[in-house]
């Protein structure tokens, strides 16, 4: 579909807005915020908020990550409305880009990572203490701020404690990040952030997710059994790392650590700076990365970065 099918939105004290992606759920823009002249990401739903089943779904996103923008390493919520059509946005901190995009160049440093994980599973930890879970922890929403700190974006299917709904659809998801019990459509838990969070780590030193071959849409069957292979090693990463990983992703949700657990052992690895960088047969030439506040990438269901 083109642009032109996608008028631009009027949302008060906006000006200049245009298209930094546009995805099947949202479409992110640029825009400039008059009241002090910034730069801001809008995500603006694609659908417009027909029913009250909707509603609650966005004031439930918008609570959540109302509540998780103050942690210094997630993504600031400036402002929600609705548009006179209809359509809910949030506005939003605007990024440089996204670990998806930094890995995509070259894989991350053990080093690199481990601090990364630190960051981000300092957010998770104080969300699950708020009784939020975030649900889609993958590096397409692990951002980089214009200081060059990662930054957890998009609480899209953030679920309350108080008012979790097991009706989330796996089209939303992102299989590749999702831990086994996501697929037997059980209640959700802190453990499958933490899950996705040691496969997203995983990932920015490896290229790709753990165990994920290269078709990109798996039937249910086959992504099951994915989860009876071993997580392989990886050369130049140390066994000690991989193993913390192993830990966070092991199958039973129970056995693995909660957040602020991850982020104390994350934080006492001991990691030589000298560790370079994975050995990768081809690594694609480096690129500027577009600004952006919120991932709206347009792929399909089950695709390794997918699932917006």
């Known amino acids: 579909m083109t642009d032109a099918a996608y008028p631009v939105p009027s949302i008060p004290g906006l000006s200049g807005l245009s298209v930094l992606a546009r995805g099947g759920y949202a479409t992110i823009y640029r825009a400039i915020q008059d009241s002090v002249g910034r730069a801001v990401a809008v995500k603006v739903e694609n659908r417009t908020l027909d029913s009250e089943r909707d509603r609650r779904r966005f004031l439930r996103e918008a609570r959540a990550a109302g509540q998780m923008s103050s942690h210094p390493h997630v993504v600031d919520l400036h402002d929600v409305g609705v548009t006179p059509d209809q359509h809910p946005y949030m506005i939003m901190e605007l990024c440089d880009g996204s670990y998806a995009d930094r890995m995509k160049a070259a894989p991350l440093t053990p080093a690199e990572t481990r601090d ?3 960051k981000i599973a300092d957010a998770l930890a104080e969300a699950h203490l708020l009784g939020v879970l975030h649900r889609d922890v993958k590096p397409a929403n692990l951002l980089i701020s214009r200081f060059g700190q990662p930054q957890l974006a998009d609480f899209g299917l953030a679920v309350l404690a108080e008012t979790r709904e097991t009706s989330i659809t796996l089209e939303v998801l992102t299989p590749a990040y999702s831990p086994p019990e996501t697929f037997r459509h059980g209640p959700p838990t802190a453990a499958v952030d933490v899950y996705a969070l040691c496969a997203t780590l995983y990932a920015l030193m490896c290229g790709r997710p753990p165990r994920w071959q290269h078709d990109p849409n798996p039937t249910i069957v086959a992504l099951l059994d994915l989860f009876d292979e071993p997580i392989p090693d990886l050369p130049g990463v140390p066994a000690t790392f991989v193993d913390l990983l192993r830990q966070g992703m092991r199958n039973e949700p129970a056995t693995r650590p909660g957040a602020a657990r991850l982020r104390d052992l994350l934080a006492g690895l001991e990691l030589e700076r000298e560790f370079g960088r994975l050995p990768r047969q081809a690594v694609r030439a480096s690129t500027a ?20």
Request: charged letters at 15%.
């Open 289 to 308: 990365v577009p600004r952006v506040g919120v991932t709206a990438e347009r792929t399909q269901p089950g695709h390794p970065t997918g699932g917006f």
């Open 116 to 118: 990364v994980g630190v």
